[in-house]
């Protein structure tokens, strides 16, 4: 897959669907990559022009010295789409890339046409739980990024949909044993110091939040407030965990569809 060369950093990034199609980017969670986004493609890629790419620190992109910000990811996604020549885009984020999003609403929302925030809050965590696993990471190393993916499992995913659904939980969970332990912790220090709480009220672009009735780390009462606090936002809720995309499936790429397209 191809890459663009940023100041401090090389994304990895792919392309699907027709070149003049109207761009909608895909940011992937911590800990995955923009494989994550499989099972959207063949429906997102016959409307869009679907720009997926690794997260600064994840899959194919480059790993730099952490620790990392939101509004450093946030410029990654900014200096893709300059290098790429692309001025308007939608955009969807699930977790961290939610978090990612929601920098683009309140700093370039002149830019976003509509904006989808999945299974991600204003403030995820505490920095008590981020310490712990970044010290965890970087002590562990490769070992405590396998235990990290066997972790995983059950906040990922329900126990029903993981036991009928092996292969794929397994393609999924395996992206994070193949997460650099220094790029892994460098973005749990960005989300552990995100808090957008006080500044949705800037978002204006269109906007939906998604949500996972099962999801145990970013739950409906996350996206509820998301969505009180941005103007006019909508929000939906699928029985699902923390990865609605892969667990409610054709159901989130049909409502996510709907809302980019009118």
Known sequence: ?????????????????????????????????????????????????????????????????????IEQLGRDVLALLDKLNIERFSFCGLSMGGLIGQWLGINAGDRLQGLVLCNTGAKIGTDEI??????????GREQAMRDMRDASIARWFTAGFAEA????????????????????????????DADYRAQLGAIKA?????CGSKDPVTTVEHGQFIQSNIPAAELVAFEAAHLSNVEAGDAFTQRVLAFLRG
């Open 130 to 139: 981020w310490n712990a696993r970044i010290d965890s990471v970087l002590a």
């Open 1 to 69: 897959m191809p890459s663009v060369k940023l100041a401090d950093a090389s994304l990895n990034y792919r392309f699907d669907g027709a070149n003049n199609a109207p761009v909608l980017v895909l940011s992937n969670s911590l800990g995955t990559s923009l494989g994550m986004w499989d099972e959207q493609i063949p429906a997102f890629s016959k409307h869009f022009r679907v720009l997926r790419y690794d997260t600064r620190g994840h899959g194919e992109s480059s790993v730099t010295t952490g620790p990392y910000s």
């Open 165 to 192: 659904n092996s292969a794929a939980v397994a393609r999924i969970t395996e992206m994070i044993a193949s997460t650099s332990p220094d790029g892994y912790a460098a973005n749990c220090a960005a989300v552990r």
């Open 206 to 210: 269109p906007t939906l939040v998604v």
